[in-house]
């Protein structure tokens, strides 16, 4: 019966749409492994791996990448609670992760029996629905969410493989989770929100972080209308465009004092997307509580406490939207961007006096990388690195991170998910004590063997950016300094390897590799006095 209940299950969940399995195995969830291996379809749908943890990251990349949910099975026990970091992240990040975990019979629990765990209900808020199953129970997925994770723990009994196998046909479900529809009850009030705020400003300031949208048309078109200045994190996926330059800011550091310099006193601001990277978020939630702020995202999370928000598909609400161009004082926004633009220019001339500082390695390869390349930004340094310091060339990037919690595990598992054959190229970044937190992920690289990565490692021996935030004992302390390199890391998993000082010496390739760029930490810190000055 184990078999027939294992077909049923991986059989609702293909209707459901799930696109992708990958299993870790152990013996409890044999039952499941053969099911899926039965799915019978046109492309490899299955995939292995020995550690959850990075399986589980692996897998939210892959819901990026194909806008699909995917499952992860594992067998009961520890395995289970490896899968935590992940569904944890993918909560804050709207992302439909599918846990199927096997467990051995209830009458186990709280017995002390070898690999029996309390698994009913361990993700707790973190999923949209445990079920806790054992064969012949029956359950429903007409009214799961598609944009939380899932749990079935699944309780089998011996004799693990009885019952019979069956081919099961793939279904392809063409809907992916991004396709919303805007809540019409709901639309014209969030409307009036929206203009209500907007009327209410005399210096507005937007914020544009994370968007997962297909088309990015009418938040552009709303924001050339809106004219106010915007500040386009890297996530977003506009930073470079065109139609935005005029009001684009470039500097966001000098936010701040560029603001009491022309006299643009910011007074709202208007958040969309997801939680922004830059610390002026922390600001306004430390130092500027003063500061309306309206958060508009797809998402249930404004990010920060006593915050209006509106939660909607945010291109289809912002295409809807027809505003007229507000009477902004345009004196004083001109030369609050004026400031920033001469701000940049001096920006860009360190990057050339200090072409070894952590900082330019990111200017000089957002100039290497090709266009319409996957660019994966680690967390920590990193994505701060290329927000402030990327080239504005238009590229047609597709730039990801895992801004759900912001942690660093699970990283490159994340970055081969989002990874894929069809970009002309797959970049990405991170940092070493990133790089440490999850070498297995390199695993699925040997099951992809058409998939091209180029693997940045910013090796700064220790996480550099407590010398940024903390000062004495703790700050050495939370660095966790070191003398590795990677060059081991590489001949392990059999890729290129390269060691650079310099990023402007980067060429492109045409085969997978880890690239350890080293900087300088005395051109570091003399680009860092220097910008700080101007």
Same mark, same amino acid.
Request: no cysteine; glycine share 2%.
């Given at each position: 019966m184990n078999r027939e209940y294992s077909r049923e299950i991986i059989c609702n969940l293909l209707e459901w749409g799930v696109e992708e399995f990958y299993v870790c195995a152990g013996a409890r969830d044999i039952p499941l492994i053969e099911t899926v291996c039965n799915i019978k379809s046109n492309h490899k749908i299955v995939f292995n791996h020995f550690e959850e943890r990075s399986a589980a990251f692996y897998a939210l990349g892959r819901i990026k990448s194909l806008k699909k949910p995917v499952a992860i099975i594992t067998t009961s026990g520890t395995a289970v609670g490896e899968l935590l970091p992940a569904v944890m992240e993918a909560y804050y990040s709207n992302l439909p992760l599918i846990l199927i975990t096997a467990d051995r019979p209830k009458s186990y629990r709280s017995t002390g029996s070898p690999q029996s765990a309390e698994q009913k209900d361990i993700f707790g808020v973190y999923v949209s629905a445990c079920f806790d199953l054992s064969p012949g129970q029956r359950f429903d997925l007409s009214n799961i969410p598609k944009n939380k994770p899932l749990h079935f723990n699944i309780c089998f009994d011996i004799p693990l493989q009885s019952g019979d196998i069956k081919e099961i046909p793939f279904i392809q479900n063409d809907k992916n989770i991004n396709l919303q529809e805007i809540n019409s009850?709901?639309?014209?009030?969030?409307?009036?929100?929206?203009?209500?705020?907007?009327?209410?400003?005399?210096?507005?300031?937007?914020?544009?972080?994370q968007l997962n949208e297909n088309n990015y048309t009418g938040i552009i078109e709303f924001i050339k209308n809106l004219n106010a200045p915007v500040y386009l994190e890297s996530i977003s996926n506009i930073r470079e465009s065109k139609d935005l330059v005029h009001l684009r800011i470039n500097c966001a550091d000098k936010i701040w004092a560029h603001s009491i310099k022309s006299d643009f006193k910011i007074d709202s601001i208007l958040k969309i997307g997801g939680t922004p990277t830059h610390r002026i978020w922390r600001d306004l939630d430390e130092t500027y509580k003063n500061i309306?702020? +309206? /958060?508009? $995202?797809?998402?249930?999370?404004?990010?920060?406490?006593?915050t209006e928000s509106i939660n909607t598909p945010v291109e289809l609400f912002l295409s809807n939207i027809k505003i007229r161009k507000y009477s902004f004082d345009d004196s004083k926004i001109n030369q609050f961007l004026s400031l920033d633009k001469k701000c940049y220019l001096k920006l860009n001339e360190l990057f050339e006096i200090y072409p070894e500082a952590e900082e330019s390695i990111f200017y000089h390869l957002s100039k290497i990388i090709e266009i319409n390349s996957r660019v994966y930004l680690g967390n920590?340094?990193?994505?701060?690195?290329?927000? +402030? /310091?990327? $080239?504005?060339?238009?590229?047609?990037?597709?730039?990801?991170?895992?801004r759900g919690l912001n942690g660093i595990d699970g990283q490159i598992s994340s970055f081969l998910g989002f990874a894929d054959e069809f970009s002309s190229e797959n970049w990405g970044i991170f940092g070493d004590l990133t790089t440490l937190y999850d070498m297995a992920g390199l695993w699925m690289l040997s099951q992809r063997p058409n998939l091209i990565t180029n693997i940045v490692i910013i090796n700064n021996k220790g996480g550099?950016?407590?010398n940024k935030v903390l000062k004495g004992e703790a700050s050495t302390l939370c660095q966790n300094n070191h003398d590795f390199d990677f060059k081991y890391l590489a001949k392990f998993w059999r890729i290129s390897y390269e060691l650079h000082k310099n990023s402007k010496n980067i060429q492109t390739s045409k085969k997978s590799r880890i690239i350890e760029v080293q900087p300088d930490p005395f051109q570091t810190d003399l680009f860092s006095k220097h910008y700080s000055e101007i």
């Open positions: 009850r709901l639309f014209d009030h969030n409307k009036n929100k929206l203009e209500s705020f907007i009327s209410k400003s005399k210096n507005l300031l937007v914020i544009i972080s309306k702020v +309206l /958060s508009i $995202s797809n998402s249930n999370f404004p990010g920060m406490p006593n920590s340094l990193p994505i701060r690195n290329w927000d +402030l /310091s990327a $080239s504005y060339d238009y590229k047609n990037f597709k730039i990801d991170a895992s550099k950016i407590f």
